[in-house]
């Protein structure tokens, strides 16, 4: 993350990604597979990095080995299997929905999971501080329900940040700085997409 200054002068959080070249792979017909998506690819690596059909996959369209493959929706655009596709397809002003994988926090307990108060630290207690109390019922349901807020591992999910209005498109080194921050580590892969709730895509649909 870092901050840029906008034309009031005012300094706006921003996170930089590296938004590109990515290459068309595959192009999916309502004829050939019942739906329209289009299927993207990123990161050049060395072909040993790939497996056979990976590889082979590639080649029907003479692109070159690439690590990462994602399947995004098509609506009424049209593309073709070898196209660039380049981070010069976003302006500034839109708004984008940034998925990404969330840090991995390990074996967390219920105060740093949910942000549980804990017991009291006084009246004895030794060792029950940071202990998330009763997790049962009475005679019914005489069990611990599913999905009780427990310790358990945190993060490494999939997490959406919505609604990121892109503040800066750099073409010459295909980078995209948007407001605020996005899930994950750095160095980590994201996938940025039209915000599903912005006023343009609605039009689109008609609603």
Request: proline content about 5%; some cysteine.
């Amino acid at each position: 993350m870092t901050q840029i200054f906008n034309d009031h002068g005012e300094a706006v959080p921003v996170t930089v990604i590296e938004a590109g070249p990515c290459y068309v792979t595959q192009v999916k017909t309502l004829e050939q597979d019942s739906y329209r998506a289009v299927q993207l690819g990123f990161e050049e690596v060395k072909p040993q990095r790939l497996s056979s059909g990976e590889k082979g996959h590639l080649a029907h369209s003479d692109l070159p080995t690439l690590r990462h493959l994602r399947e995004f929706e098509l609506r009424d655009e049209e593309i073709e299997e070898g196209q660039q596709v380049l981070v010069d397809i976003f302006e500034v002003g839109d708004w984008v929905d940034v998925v990404g994988t969330s840090k991995g926090r390990g074996f967390a307990g219920v105060v740093k999971r949910y942000g549980f108060g804990g017991g009291p630290k006084t009246h004895g207690q030794s060792d029950r501080q940071r202990a998330p109390g009763s997790i049962g019922a009475c005679a019914y349901p005489g069990r611990v329900w599913k999905g009780k807020r427990m310790p358990g591992r945190m993060g490494g999910v999939r997490v959406t940040a919505q609604n990121l209005r892109v503040e800066l498109v750099d073409p010459e080194r295909n980078l995209l700085a948007v407001r605020g921050s996005v899930p994950g580590a750095k160095g980590g892969l994201l996938m940025v997409k039209q915000a599903r709730k912005s006023a343009e895509l609605a039009k689109q649909r008609g609603e």
